[in-house]
Structures are given as C-alpha cells and as structure tokens.
C-alpha cells in the first residue's frame, strides 16, 4: 500500500510542476475584401476569406464551402502578439 501512495503522490508532483503558458493575443477589427476557394485537402474544398485590419494588415481565414459571408462583413479576428 505504501509504494502505490509514494508513486501516487511522487506522480503529482512532477505533473504539477509543470509551467503553464499564457498566450498573449488581441482582438482586431477587420473587414472582409477577397474570397477565393481551395482544395486544401483530397476532395474537401474551402473558402480562403482575406481580411483587412487596421494599417492595411491581411488576415486569412479558412472556411467551409457553404459558408455565406459578403464582402465587407467585419469581424473580430483573434491575433497573437
């Protein structure tokens, strides 16, 4: 019984030890200005949707075929810092 709780309690402490990692990101506003489609895997097609943030920076997002979105939708788009 004394090995299984040693190992027990020895396992939770190398496990949380372990450092957490933050992800710094912002949302940006962004306004959708090209959609063109792709065959990113075998026989899947998707949508490439280009968006333009703030100073004329593109975004890209991938998107399933039948999704409907018109040029100038904005959107919040998620970008790490």
């Given amino acids: ?3 299984l709780l040693l190992s027990l309690v020895a396992g939770s402490f ?3 030890g372990s450092a957490e990692r933050e992800v710094q ?3 940006v506003t962004a306004s959708l200005i090209k959609i063109d489609t792709t065959t990113r895997y075998p026989n899947v097609q998707q949508k490439i949707l280009t968006w333009q943030g703030a100073n004329h920076v593109l975004y890209i997002t991938y998107e399933h075929i039948e999704t409907i979105v018109s040029i100038g ?3 919040q788009v998620l970008v790490r810092r």
């Fill in 14 to 16: 190398i496990l949380s």
């Fill in 73 to 75: 939708t904005t959107r």
């Fill in 1 to 3: 019984m004394k090995p």
């Fill in 25 to 27: 990101a912002d949302f």
